[in-house]
């Protein structure tokens, strides 16, 4: 049953990344391509680190496979505003 919903738990996680990759080619500027990315990314390493962790079956490695998904939300949350802004900025002039 575990195997089942790690299996699960990864397949999900790597149609939120081709999701956010295809918001990221398809949608008309750089904020509506950041929001995408971003949210999608961040809900399939979730996904993926879920279902890695719940594979590998041991305490230690979900631990670590969470607090790097803690690490990457930040690093992403903070380069994304960091993107953001610069871009309005240069649109203001």
Not at 53 to 61: A, E, K, N, P, Q
Request: proline fraction near 1%; glycine fraction near 12%.
């Amino acid at each position: 049953m575990t195997e089942a919903l790690g299996v699960m738990a990864v397949v999900a996680g790597v149609a939120f990344f081709l999701a956010g990759s295809i918001g990221l080619l398809r949608l008309p500027d750089l904020l509506s391509r950041l929001h995408a990315l971003t949210k999608a990314d961040n809900l399939g390493l979730g996904l993926l680190a879920l279902g890695v962790g719940l594979l590998d079956g041991r305490l230690l490695t979900g631990v670590k496979l969470f607090l790097i998904w803690l690490l990457v939300l930040a690093g992403s949350a903070v380069s994304t505003h960091l993107i953001a802004r610069q871009a309005l900025r240069q649109e203001r002039g």
